[in-house]
């Protein structure tokens, strides 16, 4: 069975509403959920702003060293607001919107990209089904193994009487979550990669994190992913890069 869309959505508002004491109407909820291009390049050009007039520095969050790739960087707005941006945007999850805005490229080009949070409230809600079933299994509830480092999903186990699915920022397509090494519910971006890659001119090769071809052709990262490389057939497979 699949988790309800509104439940979903209303625990975005949620956590929206515990970072800016309020709650969204429900229309305007809906409209927060386009990402507008304008405010991307309304926050890159604060975002550049702000660090020419810093120095070099970036407004964002402090994360752990070890926090994954496209989710390491998050945008402080309150650097921002109001000096160089009147107020987060409103498809921003601090306005009670559904995307956490992050930096890539912070080295040499910080840009600005996209998270979509109702991904990760549900792979949060899959995370404590399974840690509830490795608390009482001992273990995880493995179908297949895929490689080393992933496994497929067995949700029978779990409950589900249907497979549940990411709904890809990239393509809208259904694309299936996965677990890798520690047990942690991810999502299979293999085929949005795949279609980028046929599509998309690249120079990559064996033991490159192709992930990159999704990051410089959207605005979105594929984020709660594990790194992607190529095999002898120049197709994406899971690997562990990083």
Sequence with gaps: MRFNRFILLMG??????????????????KENQVPYLDQLEAVQSSVDQ???????????????????????????????????????????YE??????????????????????LRIAEEIRELNTRISVYKGSKG?????????????????????????????SPYSDKNLPYILNDQGEVMVDYSMDIYEFLQN???????????????VKNSVFVPAYSLPYTLDDNNEPIISKID
């Design 200 to 214: 998309n001119e690249h120079s990559f090769k064996q033991g490159d994190d192709v992930r990159e071809i999704l």
């Design 12 to 29: 975005i508002t949620a956590i929206g509403m515990l970072l800016t004491g309020c709650m969204y109407p429900q229309d305007r909820l």
């Design 95 to 116: 306005s009670g919107g559904v995307y956490y805005y992050v930096l890539v490229d912070v080295e040499e080009n910080p840009t600005v990209k996209l998270i979509d």
């Design 50 to 92: 702000f660090q020419e007039a810093s120095g070099g520095l970036l407004p964002i969050k402090e994360r752990d060293m070890d926090t994954p790739i496209y989710q390491k960087y998050p945008i402080d707005f309150n650097k921002l607001s109001p000096r160089y941006l009147q107020e987060p945007p409103g498809t921003a």
């Design 139 to 167: 273990f995880a509830p493995i179908k297949e193994v895929i490689n080393n480092h992933a496994f497929r999903v067995d949700w029978e186990k779990l409950g589900y009487d249907e497979e549940p699915y990411a709904q």
